[in-house]
């Protein structure tokens, strides 16, 4: 049970400090009203289950579990429909089924679901045929349609958030523990386009193997509750800090600050400043707390936000999340990996492949290789095979839908083709098939390590 935080629990401290990333709201009494508004509704999680997660992300930072963190770049409000979720969900299963089974690790299953609404941007306006208006922050703060209207800044849409999210980890809750997502339908997660795909025929394969493991186990008189359904947790980046706090509450056993706007939230490479807003609001809350490090990262950075956000060095509270570039990682990882380690922390190294491998193509989109994507997981478990610590998870930026936005992968997508169906609002995505080639990769390294 939360309820609703009060200033004097210390909430508000990120106020005195400067935000990075945050919108130019118009009207600062429209975006007062929202906020009350946003503080009397209910919670989307609780934190009972924030604290299970953390326990989780203890087993993965102690070398027993792996994370599994994918989902779009950017949620849109109009692709809040049972589809687009399940497919999705679909996704995330199949390469959790991959991970488990191929690698043989427990898996933690974390979607960028249910709150990524709001991106940061390099820029803060945007300029086309002469015309500059602000950039696109996020359907959370203003429209991707490029005119005046939609790009300003409108507090509403906060709002739109809460209730896109609510309704979306509705639904995620029913797949995950209403039967869908319970491991005899390990077929049924191959359907559509990815079925005839080479990663789809090699999920097949693998589907099977596990059905007879089942059978067998079955047959033996054991049929766990827990093939049943699915421990499925939802983050998002805490970008939008009116937001972020609007949706802190006490939590009313402990008197532990959580934000439940999502189990675990992450703070962004352009946000993470020591004396900043973002980790002081994040060193206010008990979720999990992930912290994006790009490779200029400094190990003094990395001790830093350790002491700040991991006081205690509790396993499961801090997750760094790196994000190096392919030709980045083996020189910049080690030195950071070596100094952590040394201090005593006990943090979840997890790689995110995707924002250090984006370039744009000669038609303009925004892409990236699937072999970088590849290439950077790669060095990520060379460097931590070669320290002898754990490579805890990937934090990975995809979609369950057939789209053309990255390059690459078994069932090739060439240069030629990113028009076809490039669709996010935001970075390029793996493709499904993009999404289970790369589950069975890391599987296979992980086996390997
Ligand atoms: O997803 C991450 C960032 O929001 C994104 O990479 C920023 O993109 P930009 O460089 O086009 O602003
Ligand atoms: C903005 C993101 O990444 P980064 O902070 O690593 O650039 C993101 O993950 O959406």
Known sequence: MTVNANPDAGVNTWRDLPAAQQPDWPDSEALRDVIAELESYPPLVFAGECDQLRER???????????????????????????????????????????????????????????????????????????????????????????????????????????????????????????????????????DFVKNSPSGQRYEALAREIDRALNFMNACGVDPEEFKTVEFYASHEALILDYESALTRVDSR????????????????????????????????????????????????????????????????????????????????????????????????????????TFEAASGHKTRRFDDVLDEVKGFFEVHKSLGTHPGGIHVELTGDDVTECVGGGDEIFVDDLHQRYETACDPRLNRSQSLDLAFLVAEMYRDQ
């Open 254 to 357: 402990t008197g532990n600050l959580y934000d439940v706007s999502g189990h675990m939230v992450w703070i962004g490479e352009r946000t993470r400043q020591l004396d900043g807003a973002h980790i002081e609001f994040a060193s206010r809350i008990r979720n999990p707390i992930g912290v994006k490090l790009g490779p200029t990262t400094t190990p003094e950075d990395a001790l830093t936000l350790i002491e700040r956000l991991d006081p205690e060095r509790e396993p499961g509270r801090l997750t760094f999340i790196t994000r190096m570039g392919a030709d980045k990682i083996r020189d910049r990882l080690p030195t950071l990996v070596e100094k952590v380690t040394a201090s005593g922390a006990q943090v979840a190294w997890v790689c995110d492949p995707m924002h250090g491998n």
């Open 57 to 191: 992300m203890a087993s993965v930072a102690r070398g027993e579990a792996f994370l599994l963190q994918g989902g779009d770049c950017a949620e849109a409000f109009d692709a809040v429909s049972a589809e687009q979720i399940r497919n999705k969900l679909k996704t995330l299963l199949q390469m959790g089924a991959v991970l488990t089974y191929a690698g043989s690790v427990p898996v933690v299953k974390v979607g960028r679901i249910a709150g990524q609404y709001s991106k940061p941007r390099s820029k803060p306006t945007e300029t086309r045929d002469g015309v500059t208006l602000p950039s696109y922050r996020g359907d959370s703060v203003n429209g991707f349609e490029f005119t005046p209207e939609a790009r300003t800044p409108d507090p509403q849409r906060l709002k739109r958030m809460y209730h896109a999210s609510s309704a979306t980890l509705n639904l995620v809750r029913a797949f995950t523990t209403g039967g869908y997502a319970d491991l005899r339908q390990v077929h049924a997660w191959n359907q």
